[in-house]
């Protein structure tokens, strides 16, 4: 039956995102891993996201380390996001993040 939902997974792991990077004309080195699954879940497109970088450096742009976790339900309809990010050791431009952490409440 189809339903024009989609049930997939996508994994990226890159120990050096630097010949990636290329491809977009942007300097990038170190380590990218995430993984998002798709699925069908009550009739609606529901997703889940995982994913980190280690000593990433984009351009001027650095982070340390960063981790992000969420689960997003009817993806096409009315976004329902349950979620957390933790990142830290952040320079861009002028400005230095230490620790950062949101959470869905």
């Known amino acids: 039956m189809l339903t024009g939902l989609i049930n997939g997974e996508l994994s990226m792991v890159s120990p050096d995102v630097s010949v ?28 889940s ?23 997003v339900a009817d993806l096409f309809g009315v976004l329902v996001i349950d979620g957390a990010i933790n990142v830290s050791a952040v320079l861009a431009a002028s400005v230095t993040i230490n620790i950062l952490s949101a959470r869905e409440i």
């Not at 980190?52 to 689960?71: E, Q």
């Open 20 to 47: 990636a990077a290329a491809l977009t004309l942007l300097d990038a080195s170190k380590t990218i891993n995430a993984e998002v699954k798709l699925a069908p879940v009550n009739a609606k497109q529901s997703a």
């Open 49 to 71: 996201i995982r994913g980190d970088v280690r000593a990433l450096t984009v351009n001027t742009i650095k982070v340390g380390a960063a981790d992000i976790s969420a689960s």
